[in-house]
């Protein structure tokens, strides 16, 4: 990165430094500006239509009370959980695509959200669990799935390629028993867990989503923590290992982290997927940087989920879709042409 071309944002020699470029945090910018016109939208629409004089009036406290009930009690839970969930996803990508060196490196495609759902299926449909219950066993499945994975993948150091083809197929198997799960439940927590299962974010409430919250916070500033050892790792294991970078060690903690980030939204929300593999490599194309791009990896999948969820709410008014059909419609086209163009490579 040349230095005219970079801002310094911390101090040199200081705790905390970034090394930023100028194309990244115009880009980033760009994105937050994007972000609020739609997160502004979002809470002025709906059966109740606002402007948004009122909606700033709310906002300042000075708003009628019944309108702030909805605004504040009902839509804003739920464009708060769309940004964070959508930076969540688009940070774990980002750091699975580096981790793996590989486009298609995104836990929905390797199966870690399939082991994230089937562990909060064994919690609903084997023990009728309640909403905490079925978030630890939602990121206890991701990060078993991961472990899993991560071991059959083990052979003198783990291979990207070798990774991803392990994690299909061990998402593959968990497809096949969640289905199992499924047909042999009753009809009610069959209809329960496949609600869930679609990823929404219809009735989310300031209470379901505070311990989510907490885990991505924790995650998110980890994987944050961890950017500048990850671009080392880029360079290859043997530059890394030169300087001083334990190149497995971090490898699992990205892993770990990763997961977390993706079973805390999956045990909210249900599995959401694709936001995890688009959004990194959106930023990068835009702001044509190397390396693993966690900022512009969060801003850019906060935006994708918010404005996925605008369009859930939207598209067929007054009833919602779960933005997990959005995100999988979108994402479904993404990954044929990104398919077809790995196979022209």
């Not at 071991?151 to 994690?167: D, H, S, T, Y």
């Not at 929404?200 to 311990?211: E, I, R």
């Amino acid at each position: 990165m040349h230095p005219s071309k970079s801002i310094l944002i911390g101090s040199q020699t200081g705790f905390y430094n970034l090394l930023i470029s100028r194309r990244t945090l115009m880009w980033c910018l760009a994105l937050v500006l994007a972000t609020l016109m739609v997160a502004m939208t979002t809470l002025s629409t709906g059966q109740l239509k606002t402007t948004w004089t009122e909606l700033s009036q709310v906002i300042w406290g000075e708003g009628d009370p019944f309108l702030s009930t909805v605004i504040l009690e009902w839509r804003l839970p739920r464009l708060t959980s769309s940004l964070l969930f959508g930076a969540a996803l688009g940070v774990s990508g980002a750091l699975f695509q580096s981790l793996i060196r590989n486009p298609l490196g995104s836990p929905d495609v390797i199966g870690f959200n399939t082991g994230a759902y089937t562990g909060a299926l064994i919690v609903i449909i084997g023990f009728g669990g309640n909403y905490f219950q079925i978030a630890f066993g939602a990121i206890a499945g991701g990060i078993m799935c991961a472990g899993l994975v991560y071991v059959l993948a083990f052979k003198q150091g783990v291979q990207g390629f070798r990774l991803i083809i392990i994690g299909i197929g061990v998402s593959a198997m968990l497809g096949a028993f969640n289905s199992w799960l499924m047909v042999s439940s009753s009809l009610e927590t069959a209809m329960t867990a496949a609600l869930w299962g679609a990823g929404s974010l219809n009735g989310l409430s300031w209470g379901k989503v505070m311990p989510a919250f907490l885990f991505i916070s924790l995650a998110l500033m980890a994987a944050a923590m961890l950017a500048r050892q990850m671009n080392i790792l880029e360079m290859g294991d043997d530059s890394a290992n030169m300087l001083g970078v334990d190149s497995e060690k971090i490898r699992r903690l990205a892993m770990l982290f990763g997961v977390i980030l993706t079973a805390a939204v999956t045990a909210a929300a249900g599995p959401i997927s694709f936001i995890a593999l688009v959004a990194p490599q959106l930023a990068k194309k835009l702001t044509r940087e190397g390396g693993v791009a966690i900022i512009p990896s969060a801003f850019m999948g906060a935006m994708l989920l918010t404005l996925s969820d605008f369009a859930a709410s939207n598209l067929i008014a007054p009833n919602q879709l779960p933005v997990g059909m959005v995100t999988i419609s979108i994402g479904g086209f993404y990954l044929i042409y990104l398919l077809i163009q790995q196979s022209g490579n």
